[in-house]
Nanobody
């Protein structure tokens, strides 16, 4: 099994940037698809971004395209989410997730393992 630990969340003013990191331990995750999800208070968990095992393919939800960038470093067992031009509506708990599947998916139920989440708060 893979254990994930997120970090990098915090408070930022609108227009600012944050970089989230997700470090994996346990079995190697270098062949797994990885994703970032978020959950705002009173809302369901939603897809943010995903990346293929080798980083060649990425997928984003429309609301973050052009502002967020997902990347991974398999040598360091790390997946990152660079978030620029943050908006108050980006406020949520952000979760890192992974799965052995090959095709990128936006469905949270398709991801096998999850981190505990990191809070991102964007003030207007």
């Amino acid at each position: 099994q893979v254990q994930l630990v997120e970090s990098g969340g915090g408070w930022v003013q609108a227009g600012g940037s944050l970089r989230l990191s997700c470090v994996a331990s346990g079995r190697t995750f270098s062949s797994d698809r990885m994703g970032w999800f978020r959950q705002a208070p009173g809302k369901e968990r939603e897809f943010v971004a995903a990346i293929s095992w080798n980083g060649d393919v990425t997928k984003y939800t429309d609301s973050v395209k052009g502002r967020f960038t997902i990347s991974r470093d398999n040598a360091k067992n790390t997946v990152s989410l660079q978030m620029n031009s943050l908006k108050p509506e980006d406020t949520a708990i952000y979760y890192c997730a992974g799965d052995r599947g090959m095709i990128l998916t936006v469905l949270p139920q398709r991801y096998e393992y999850w981190g505990q989440g990191t809070q991102v708060t964007v003030s207007s």
